[in-house]
């Protein structure tokens, strides 16, 4: 499985994000255009509910997400 980041923005200042894990970009988009116009809800990595509508989205965008883990980079060992 792959992660993928959704971002979906209401203005230049408002946006929200939501991780997706699936097998590929293409059917991250097909989910999110099945959830088109309606409302949709997901709990975030910090334990945060969160309901949207979607029908107030401006724009969505969706990129593969490469996760970086940040207790490794702290402690120096990605260090040169």
């Keep these: 499985m792959k992660e993928f980041k959704v971002t979906y923005f209401f203005d230049e200042d408002h946006y929200i994000r ?3 894990y699936a097998e590929s970009q293409e ?3 097909e989910l999110i255009q099945n959830e ?3 409302y949709i809800s997901f709990t975030d990595s910090r334990e945060i509910y969160h309901e949207l509508n979607t029908r107030r989205v401006r ?3 969706i990129a ?3 996760r ?3 207790t490794k980079k702290a402690s120096g ?3 040169i």
Excluded: L, P, S, W
């Design 68 to 70: 970086i883990d940040k």
């Design 36 to 38: 088109r116009d309606g």
């Design 27 to 29: 059917k991250v988009e």
């Design 77 to 79: 060992i990605n260090k």
């Design 18 to 20: 939501r991780f997706i």
């Design 64 to 66: 593969e997400y490469h």
């Design 59 to 61: 724009v969505t965008q």
